[in-house]
């Protein structure tokens, strides 16, 4: 099979808009929970992702689904898909 007939599934996750102050530009944080190594107990850890939002429809504390896309800017190489839930 070769490079150009396989297909690849952009990676998606769902996070919660901290920052929309850039323009065009959303921070979002994406929770994960991971099985310590050691103790074996679940323990949360963040990331922090650069997201693109076309038409500045994102506000902090919206819920939203980014997906993976070509390099946008130097940090930006997520794309809002779509806002799951608005915040209050």
Do not use: Q
């Amino acid at each position: 099979m070769s490079d150009a007939t396989a297909t690849h599934r952009k990676t998606t996750k769902v996070g919660v808009v901290t920052s929309n102050a850039a323009d065009k530009s959303v921070v979002v944080k994406v929770e994960n929970f991971v099985m310590h190594p050691l103790y074996h107990r679940f323990v949360r850890t963040t990331s922090k992702f650069m997201a693109h939002d076309e038409d500045n429809t994102c506000n902090a504390g919206d819920r939203v689904l980014i997906e993976e896309c070509r390099p946008v800017s130097r940090r930006k190489r997520w794309r809002v898909r779509k806002v799951l839930e608005r915040a209050e």
